[in-house]
């Protein structure tokens, strides 16, 4: 990992490491993304000045930007449409389009840059470069800074004559009513950091519409878009205020007081930079601007808690009680939060070229900011959590089967943020407000009201989410339980005080310990690790045990012969003795065998142990799970002829069951002599985490042989379809199946996914259902902006897994 304190010494540095970052060409590019309600995207397949910005939902933002040149009164878009608003025929103005230079992006960050001719008397003068760079950090050390809902553009502009920049937004930004009424205002304050000062828009709605939505837009919060106190400042009807800087250059200070709709006589409201470039030297100079967008909601989410029905307050407030206090810090920690987020991504591409390609890289990088994008951190130091909006799909709230699929991105990134999604769903089950035995399927039926179903009519998937959470818990265990830090799940779990704080802070995974490392403040503790890790996972597992056991003994009854129900691939309709799901399910009863023993129940540990071997010898007999000709598993127990993707194999692999390779030093039977003088196998002690080593294949090798073969087989122009009953396919599922297949099957997996991400004729973010043939176009239901292509990390995942080794184990597959 490369140290945090690494902050590139000019722009340019910066500029470079992105822009060797990617090499797609997806159709939609992240811009500003740090929530649910703050998501702003852009179509990427031609010029940014053709459309305006989108929310993920599709619905169009104003936001657009302008350069001029004042020797020659050119106007040049950049971003959005705003030269609709200025006249073809203007006789003291030229509007003219700049050369687009593409688009580049990592984890964090998406740069567009553009190139403008010189003026007439700067004949001799190369193009000046303008870049927009877009910056929501990705922050794995620092839960405070990914818990801002805030977000970073800065224009960086380099050449030899001077130029003008505009940047304006308008009131989209907080209601998906265009007849909202909204008001706003200008403020000052004085700057953390480099800069003297800085303004700031505020625009929010006049009346607050809390915990409610438009085409997914929230009806509550307010926009701060800040800048430095030396630009100049306007609000006004867009048309006056874009063509006065395409006649002027600039604006004029003032605020129009006259509060009306959004689209009536539209009011944005902007800044303008100038920039002095030139001199009496033919050298390049090089000048920039930062500014922020921050989208505060306080409540954020309303909860149905252990203590009832309860308005939850966003994480941030903690340490910043009032936005100005927010807004200062942000915008002065720049410097940081881009080393901290350029740390990651710079790691993120060296790990994601090893497992897989250039195009793995690419892939991992758009799916990061997605990942964060449906999350909303809420609660307190001391028992923080996270709030996931099933974006796109139905906006249900805490989806157990999509926050199972973005497991993997949090494993590798921070999994103190999985243990804070996973949070509010034990806290209310463990209250007695879910009436059914089962896990629930959401804390409610459309975010971001989690009001929970105390009717017991969710969505129903019993064994799917049972399965989920079991594979979550000892997967959110396992990441605690290493002992140095080359074995940590994550590389960013081990930075920060590994002091054990969880005693007196009374909350397992609490944040309230903050510390300084490479001179950058607010860096959590590290996670788990050592006895620190033992313990942190004992108090978490002891206090909701009651609830583990209690979802096993629902798979217990059903897991082996799933009667007729949904699944987590729910757009399929519902099906009885589903294979995948019936292994899910024998996985997850093998989960909680692990995780008793962690707390010393062992007459539980070897019921569900002997129960989970049983049931997978079972399942493994062709007259359940595979097929006659043992050439691959069938989609249902009683469908022959057909075939499934049996993704599930994955949690086999990452729970460490699979430990021929993995815990090979700990296979060795240690023998103790009996009364009749013969030795007898002594089973294993417990190791550091806790728990007796895994001596034995969970899972057996063939099946996942007999698996990466038939993939292979059945393998379609862009990927590998769900199940043999269509051709369409979950792109998550598609990069869990790859992890446990042999290299060749990964590498055509990969590259498949890499055409349709090239080619296909979806028009919003990243999605994880796809037609694999054709077009590449979206079969019935739309999904899109889905935090579920966290499972895209799953090579990285696995890569990390079992102290670094899960990966090993299957080298047999490329035999």
Sequence with gaps: MQPLGIVAAAFSALLASVADASTLSPPVLPLIVRNPYLSTWMHAR??????????WEGGELGFGVLASLPDCNQVFPLLGRPHDSLRDDAKDYTVSYPTYGGAKYDASTTNLTFYLP???????????EITLSFLSPITPTSTLRQSLPASYLTIYIEGTFDINIYVDVNGQWVSGKRESVIVWDLKQQEAAGPSKGLKTWSVKRQTQQIFTETRDQSEWGELHFTGPLDVRHESGTSAGLRQRFARTGTLQNEIDDAFRSIMDEEPVFAFAKEFKLESNKAAKKSDS??????????PITQFASARGLTFMRPLFKSWFPEDEKMIKFHYGDFSNANALA????EQLRVDAYKSGSTNYVDIVALSARQAMGATSFSGTPESPLLFLKEISSNGNCQTVDVIFPAFPFFLYTNPRWAAYLLEPLLEHQLSGQYPNKYSMHDLGAHFPNLTGHADGRDEYMPVEECGDMLIMGLALVNSMSYDTDEEAQSIWSTVGNKTDFSIQNGKAFA????????????????????????KQAKKWLGESYSLWKQWTEYLVEFSLYPHNQLCTDDFAGWLPLQTNLALKGIIGIKAFSELAELLDRTGDAEKHRRISEHYINEWQKPELGISRDGSHAKLAYDWYGSWTTLYSLYADALLCFHPSITNSSNTDDAFISSHHGQQEPLKPGKGPNGRSPITKDFI????????????????????L????????????????????ASKAVRSDILDRVAAWLNETVT??????????????????????????VGGHFAFLTLERACGGKAMEAFGFLDE
Excluded: C
């Excluded at 944040?511 to 950058?520: E, R």
């Excluded at 057996?700 to 990927?719: D, L």
């Design 511 to 534: 944040l309230a310990n903050l510390g300084t490392h490479n001179g950058i403040a607010h860096i959590d503790d590290s996670w788990g690790g050592g006895a620190k890790g033992v």
């Design 289 to 298: 601007v930062l500014f922020t967008f921050a989208h505060v909601q306080d």
């Design 721 to 740: 379809p769900l199940d043999s009953r269509h051709l369409y396919t979950k792109s998550d599922w598609e990069f869990e199946a790859a992890a446990v």
């Design 763 to 788: 028009d919003r973010a990243f999605t994880d259902l796809y037609m694999t043939e054709g077009d590449g176009g979206w079969p019935p239901p739309h999904f899109y902006a889905r935090p579920v």
């Design 700 to 719: 057996p090798s063939h099946i996942y042989k007999i698996q990466s073969k038939w993939y292979a087989a059945v393998m379609q122009k862009y990927g």
């Design 342 to 345: 350029t740390n990651y991504s």
């Design 46 to 55: 031609e010029e940014p000045w053709h459309k305006w910005p989108i929310f």
């Design 118 to 128: 010189p003026p007439d008397r700067f004949s001799d003068a190369e193009d000046l």
